[in-house]
């Protein structure tokens, strides 16, 4: 059984190489289409689009992982958070809401 996905690496790393391929042409054709005319540059080759593209992942999103705390859990631990204010906490974190909707308009103290 665990033979079965060696035989699948092949098909999936040439499909995500082929996938890389389409997407930096795509960056490609949309750049020599509206960059160069705008800018009076030169046109850009496939491997520039992919080295755009790589950049602007580094750039605007870096190579950190995913978040594997999804909103239900965020969800649970602010509710648990807020189970453990007292009164005071709670009256100061809902005027410090400075009229949210959740909390409806402020009240004057």
Same mark, same amino acid.
């Given at each position: 059984?665990?033979k079965?996905?060696?035989?699948?690496?092949?098909?999936?790393?040439?499909?995500?190489?082929?996938?890389?391929?389409? /997407?930096?042409?795509v960056?490609?054709?949309?750049?020599?289409?509206?960059?160069t005319?705008?800018?009076?540059i030169?046109a850009?080759t496939?491997w520039?689009?992919a080295g755009?593209?790589?950049l602007?992942?580094?750039l /605007?999103s870096?190579?950190?992982g995913?978040?594997r705390m999804?909103?239900h859990h965020k969800?649970q631990?602010? /509710?648990?958070?807020?189970?453990?204010?007292? !009164? !005071?906490?709670?009256e100061? /974190?809902?005027n410090?809401?400075?009229?949210c909707?959740?909390y409806?308009?402020?009240t !004057?103290?």
């Open positions: 059984m665990k079965k996905w060696l035989k699948k690496v092949p098909f999936v790393m040439g499909a995500i190489a082929l996938g890389a391929v389409a /997407f930096s042409g960056v490609m054709l949309l750049w020599n289409a509206t960059i005319p705008i800018f009076h030169s850009i496939l520039q689009a755009l593209l790589l602007s992942k580094i /605007f870096g190579f950190k995913r978040n999804g909103w969800r631990m602010m /509710f648990a958070h807020c189970q453990n204010l007292t !009164e !005071e906490q709670k100061a /974190f809902r410090n809401m400075h009229g909707r959740v409806g308009p402020m !004057e103290a």
